[in-house]
């Protein structure tokens, strides 16, 4: 009788850790998950940003091209 005391507690301690384990993984692949989002998406606002000051700056020179080439 003592020994099956025994076995069932060893039994629920490992069932018992292998919960926590597995919770405590669960959540911290959810957390990954949640500053990998964060990242990617200001990862693309900073290249839109981007996208938008190239653009601006592309528009600029070619109407600067188109001036100095009216002045002469």
Known sequence: MRIER???LGFLIVV???VIVG???VISS??????FLRVKEN???????AV?????A?????KALEYSLRKE
């Open 6 to 8: 025994k076995l069932l």
């Open 16 to 18: 018992l850790s292998v």
């Open 23 to 25: 919770s405590i993984g």
């Open 30 to 35: 959810i957390h990954v998950r949640d500053i």
């Open 43 to 49: 990862e693309f606002i900073q290249l839109i940003e």
């Open 52 to 56: 938008k000051m190239e653009s601006a």
């Open 58 to 62: 592309r528009q600029a020179s070619i």
